[in-house]
């Protein structure tokens, strides 16, 4: 039975659904889910009696039409109806946005969620893929990315703000910076389908900057902001005009009776979803603090509703998920098969603390065995990128998925017609002219550099860290956020300054074995793939300037729905 339930984890690039995991694993309950990262608080168990009590009503009637549904989203939200489109998921809304917006070309840093890679290389696009570098603490430089675009002339960029799967977070000055400079684009998308759960920021949405721009979409999941990712719901928000070019393609009945359900309960319901997001960053510190305990394990600052963190030398990921499953019955995301990541890495959705405590013990016992220090086995022959679709598989080997063959994008010289990024000074990023007789704009202010013009004569930032772990007390001054390596000392209190770096003590009574620390830069885990190898280049990003830390809040009223435009609540 156990080997029926992991082979299900190597069919596909995705991981499988709790319902085949539930047939396969026979009688009882399924698995602890630490790998579907959705909201664990919503929909309260009175809305879920509530649903059930409908249950013959809803699946036996047509919904209404999705323009219906739509628009009472839209009231909730405070937002036009013509500057959205609702989708059968995000995913939906992905594949319509390659079909309709994507001509040849399009960029996305990696790691990052995989249908944003696979779904352009399916349709023959080229993808550009931009590695974020372990050794930074997989923050996005949007300078570098900026200049990446431009020396590789793609014509669509992505970014994912909060990312999956690391969390890393940008700020709505930056992203808007960004956006200007990259005007000339045919397309820039921002996926904002976690930014929900983050509290780096008091109003870190575009979507309102979006609506006013001819070529930005931002992407918002419901399913993963709700706890309902069955359902397959989710919206974009563009002006008018690119907003009903996808919104025209879209059957008249793509949202099912559910979703039209949950659409109309919610605004009954706006109180109880403030406080779920609440819930979520609270455990979200008290997580990344229990991890943090286990020798050699490094946990990433994330401002999304999960922890990326690196297993320690010598343990290999596809190893701990199955034994994780088949002996403690707990599901984990394992990222071995994400483009930029390696076998090393885990994904772990943030849960209540009593679900924790089972994961953190589990994993002490996969990890260490009956004491901490020695890390399960690899396996000999590794593990490789699997997207679960033939023709991506050999895009990517033959050719690096960005039109160059493999063997010059790792380690085999330049490239002709492409120029190797010049290193950045300490501190500053000053991406190349964009455009013959534009001048350098002034610097904005602290912590932007200045930049030469990029079609719209906009000056794009310095990439500052992402967000950092929410911090209840208040510090003078965020250092860049670095991960969490654990040592053997008693768990990190929730009230911690911005995470550090910490050298692994060597294991007491215990044979010999590799120290823990990070992986050298351009060495993967056994037969991983590591971001530089996308790429075929390594350079660690420069230090970034200190920030002040900003606010840890909520919605500004607890009482009435999260305003998603940003605008002034009616009324």
């Given amino acids: 039975m156990a080997g029926n339930v992991t082979s299900l984890f190597r069919s596909g690039a995705h991981s499988p659904s709790m319902a085949a995991l539930t047939r396969e694993g026979g009688e009882g309950a399924g698995p602890v889910d630490f790998c579907i990262p959705c909201n664990p608080y919503f929909p309260t168990p009175a809305m879920m009696e509530t649903m059930a009590s409908r249950l ?12 219906t549904i739509t628009a009472e989203l839209c009231q909730l939200l405070q937002l036009p109806p013509q500057a959205v489109a609702m989708g059968n998921g ?29 779904q ?5 696009k080229r993808v550009d893929m931009f590695p974020l570098q372990e050794s930074n603490g997989f923050a996005l430089d949007l300078a570098q990315y900026a200049e990446f675009i431009r020396k590789r002339g793609t014509r669509v960029a992505v970014i994912c703000n909060p990312n999956n799967p690391d969390g890393g977070f940008l700020h709505k000055q930056a992203l808007v910076q960004f956006m ?54 989710g919206y974009m928000v563009a002006n008018p005009s690119l907003a009903g070019k996808v919104r025209s393609m879209l059957p008249k009945w793509n949202l099912n009776a559910f979703a039209e359900y949950v659409v109309f309960m919610l605004k009954e319901h706006g109180a109880e979803y403030a406080q779920s997001l609440l819930q979520v960053r609270k455990d979200r510190l008290e997580m990344a603090s229990q991890l943090s305990v286990l020798p050699g394990l490094t946990v990433y600052p994330s401002q999304g509703n999960f922890l990326f963190v690196r297993l320690p030398v010598g343990a290999e990921g596809t190893v701990v998920r199955d034994r994780m499953l088949t002996e403690h019955r ?29 994961l953190v013990s589990a994993m002490e016992q996969v990890l260490y065995g009956s004491r901490r220090g020695a890390a399960v086995p690899e396996l000999g022959n590794g593990t490789s990128y699997s997207s679960g679709t033939a023709a991506v598989d050999r895009l990517v080997s033959e050719t ?18 492409l120029a190797a990024a010049p290193a950045m000074g300490p501190g500053l990023a000053a991406a190349p002219a964009m455009g013959p007789g534009l001048a350098a704009a002034p610097a904005m202010g602290p912590g932007l550099a200045a930049a030469p013009a990029a079609g719209v004569g906009m000056p794009l930032p310095v990439a500052g860290p992402p967000a950092g772990m929410p911090m209840p007390a208040a510090a003078p001054v965020l250092q860049q ?21 910490m050298p692994m003590q060597a294991p007491m009574s215990m044979p010999p074995s590799a120290p823990a620390g990070p992986t050298p830069t351009g060495v993967p885990a056994r037969g991983g793939l590591t971001a530089a190898q996308v790429r075929g280049m390594t350079a660690p990003a420069p230090p970034a300037p200190e920030l002040a830390p900003a606010p840890a809040t909520g919605w500004p009223n607890a009482q009435s729905w999260p305003n998603a435009a940003g605008m002034g609540q009616a009324g």
Avoid at 56 to 67: G, H, L, R, V
Avoid at 120 to 124: H, L, R, S
Avoid at 192 to 221: G, K, T, W, Y
């Fill in 56 to 67: 013959k009503d809803i699946i036996t009637f047509y919904p209404s039409s999705a323009d």
């Fill in 90 to 118: 995000s995913t939906e809304l992905i594949t319509w946005i390659d079909h309709l917006l994507v001509r040849e070309s399009l960029a996305i840093p990696v790691p990052t969620f995989g249908r944003w890679t696979d």
């Fill in 120 to 124: 352009p290389m399916e349709t023959g």
């Fill in 180 to 233: 200007d400079a990259m005007a000339d684009l045919d397309l820039i998308v921002i996926d904002e389908s976690f930014l929900e759960f983050a509290d780096a920021e008091a109003e870190p949405s575009v979507v309102q900057e979006a609506m006013l721009r001819p070529n930005v979409i931002v992407l918002r999941s419901l399913g993963k902001n709700f706890g309902l990712h069955g359902i397959r719901f």
């Fill in 330 to 358: 707990i599901l984990v995301r394992e990222c071995g098969n994400k483009i930029g990541s390696s076998s090393r890495f885990l994904r772990l959705v943030v849960r209540p603390e009593v679900d924790v405590r089972r």
């Fill in 400 to 417: 690096n998925g960005a039109g160059m063959q493999l063997a010059q994008a790792v380690g085999m010289g330049p490239v002709p017609g």
């Fill in 481 to 501: 956020p670095q991960p969490m390596v654990a040592q053997m000392q008693p768990p990190m209190q929730p009230a911690m300054q911005a995470p550090m770096q």
